[in-house]
């Protein structure tokens, strides 16, 4: 067998770059308004016996935050309004549980459908849908 260069073993500057390290940077902000938002409604749910309430509004802040968008507060704020009016929706739909099941099954069938044709319409109305089928 012919001897290999050592030189021609020797990764690629691509290849390098391909695994080195890089820091990702930290959210702060984002990471300070979800401990706000969730921690704060749990701690006085579990002071006030109010359990169900405060994990209702904890809920409703993790899943606001865990899509919430780079940018302004303006656009932040837009978002987060169009996704809760359509997840209140959802809260709304878990009445149909008085109903029979196969009534049940079949408006959560149609509700599942339309969430996927609001989601194409942008993230907003993703956000929105998904929270809707969540509460729902």
Do not use: N
């Amino acid at each position: 067998h012919a001897a290999v260069d050592a030189r021609s073993m020797e990764p690629g500057p691509w290849a390098r770059e391909l695994v080195r390290l890089k820091p990702a940077p930290w959210p702060w902000g984002k990471a300070i308004r979800s401990c706000i938002g969730i921690g704060v409604p749990a701690v006085l749910g579990f002071m006030y016996d109010a359990t169900l309430p405060a994990l209702w509004a904890a809920l409703g802040a993790m899943m606001t935050t865990a899509a919430e968008p780079d940018g302004a507060y303006r656009a932040k704020l837009h978002q987060m309004a169009v996704a809760s009016g359509i997840g209140t929706f959802g809260f709304f739909a878990g009445l149909l549980g008085v109903l029979p099941w196969a009534v049940v099954v079949a408006a959560m069938a149609v509700a599942g459908f339309l969430a996927g044709v609001v989601s194409g319409w942008g993230s907003k109305f993703s956000l929105g849908a998904m929270q809707f089928l969540l509460l729902a």
